[in-house]
């Protein structure tokens, strides 16, 4: 049996990507292993997510190397996966030197320098020629909720004409600026999450104009998405899944790591948008 440890944080300001893509990642171990996460307790965090997935996790005080160190050597961690931006090389060299038997993996689809066993990339956009060990790299397919497969074959009435998924956290709050865009008359299902600091706006938005519905903390996106004509994302984990879906969308990029996948999705003709202003300045975009 093998003991997994997964590092991980959530919150309204960094979002909820790297927690979801991990729960589907987890999915791929045996019963027999046993999988847990360690994550801080930030503001706007999905922690309780990961518990009601059936994982245990373990709560951090700091992101410093003692306290994740003192982690491992007491659950007897035998793989640590690291999926968190604010872990850089240094950060990994000095945990395997304190831990040379410990199998070192990290998602990461920026392209940084990392001191471990396995880099992990699951976007479509991944390039094997932009990393600096390549030998080391683990291009995989990209990761679908379960959720999304199940969907995938149902047919169902198209009941909304946009879907709206600006990130869990919707950290730059582009979604009541989005909405101005877009007609009155049109339905749109809004999806957002807990983590949204803005999310008192945009429920009394929901309550003023009735085409619009809110969905906070979703456990049917995959049905909503389904059920939309039409799909405006971020160049995110999200972009797999609407691909997976073939539901026709535009992208708008909200964050400097969705860089890559803004580029890939520009490059196969794709509708993508480098910021909330350039979509909403735009004038030849119809729907």
Known sequence: ?????????????????????????AKRYHSSDEVIFASMKLCGNIIKKIANE??????????????????????????????????????????K????KLKLMVFDDTYEKHFADIIINH?????LKKYQNPSKVQIISPLIREEFEKEKSIKRDKIYDY?????????????PKILKKLSKDSKKAILTTTANKHLEELTKIAKKEQNITLHVDSKKVAK???????????????????LFMGVPFLAIKTAKNQDDMYRYLKEHSFRVF???ESFLKDKTWEY
Do not use: C, W
Not at 97 to 100: A, F, H, I, R, T
């Open 274 to 276: 480098e910021s909330v």
């Open 163 to 175: 879907f709206i998924a600006l990130g869990g956290a919707d950290t730059l709050n582009a979604t």
């Open 123 to 127: 976007n479509l956009s991944a390039d």
């Open 54 to 95: 059936g994982y245990r996790v373990e709560i951090l005080k700091t992101n410093k190397i003692d306290e994740l160190n003192l982690l491992l050597k007491s659950l007897q961690i035998n793989t640590l996966i690291i999926d968190h931006y604010g872990i850089d090389y240094e950060y990994e060299k000095e945990i």
């Open 1 to 25: 049996m093998s003991k997994i440890l997964i590092r991980t944080d959530s919150s309204s300001s960094i979002g909820l990507g790297h927690v979801m893509r991990d729960l589907v990642y």
């Open 97 to 100: 030197l304190k831990n040379p």
């Open 224 to 242: 909503l998405l389904n059920q939309s004509k039409y799909a405006i994302i971020t160049p995110s984990v999200m972009a797999h899944e609407v």
